[in-house]
């Protein structure tokens, strides 16, 4: 499984330092990271309280409600783009928020939207999970000795589940990285502008120039690869615990 990025990265190593030395290799790293920062940040609030409620609602509720916030996991990403597309584009909400002077479609807020959107179910499901492991005995207590549901969320609940938080941050940050499908639908993929790290190697692999879509490949395995470390460490020094 490992065989076609071992070749990758092997060919791609050698022009690792020309794609650093590009300037629009350099827009696309800076503009990968500050947009998946951004969209983790974005996942990580919505998630946070949705995942809670989620995990303490009603079952019959609960399964309904799972099977309309997960449905986007189960489609392709370009799907995913069309319909963000269609939603924020003039057709949909996007007129509004136009008049209002916010635009996504071919803007850089149209990354943050599409990475938002594809991995916010994703975050939702570990936190709900890690919320439901967690249980409900240390909060039941903090609440009869006066702690509102509110306070009990922030200083109970959170506390016991921080390494999944910070797991879930660093996983739904590195699909960002790497998120295409949704991206160039909904934001296009022009030079220096909207051109993320995906978009890049489409953009290089288009023009034929292989050397510097391998290269720029190559550099999106290693960013990758040391996210899936940072990953495997804070797992590791939870199950410690």
């Known amino acids: 499984m490992l065989i076609p ?3 990758l990265v092997s060919r791609g190593i050698n022009s690792v330092m020309t794609c650093i030395k590009s300037e629009e290799i350099i827009f696309s790293i800076r503009l990968s990271l500050i947009t998946s920062s951004i969209s ?11 995942a809670y409620c989620l995990a303490r609602l009603n079952k019959g509720y609960e399964k309904i409600a799972s099977v309309l916030i997960f449905l ?4 392709p990403h370009l799907v995913s783009g069309i319909a963000l597309l ?20 071919f803007t850089k807020k149209g990354i943050v939207a599409a990475q938002v959107f594809v991995n916010m179910p994703f975050m ?9 492991d967690s249980g409900s005995k240390m909060e039941f207590i903090s609440r009869t000795l006066g702690c509102s549901r509110f306070q009990s969320f922030i200083y109970v609940v959170i506390p016991q589940i921080k390494s999944s938080i910070l797991s879930s941050a660093v996983i739904v940050w590195s699909r960002a990285l790497g998120e295409f499908g949704a991206v ?6 022009t030079r220096m502008k909207t051109e993320v790290l995906p978009t890049a190697i489409f953009l290089n692999m288009s023009t034929g120039d292989l050397d510097i879509a391998i290269g720029t490949a190559t550099i999106l395995i290693s960013i990758s690869l ?6 495997e460490i804070i797992e590791r020094k939870h199950s410690n615990y």
């Open 72 to 75: 986007p996991m189960s489609l």
């Open 124 to 132: 939702i499901k570990i936190l709900k999970t890690a919320v439901e």
């Open 5 to 7: 990025l071992v070749l």
């Open 40 to 50: 983790t940040l974005l996942c990580l609030i919505i998630s946070l309280p949705s």
């Open 226 to 231: 040391l996210s899936m470390l940072l990953f």
């Open 86 to 105: 269609l939603f924020l584009g003039n057709s949909g909400a996007g007129r509004i928020l136009s008049k209002l002077g916010i635009d996504f479609v």
């Open 184 to 189: 160039i639908m909904l934001a296009g993929t």
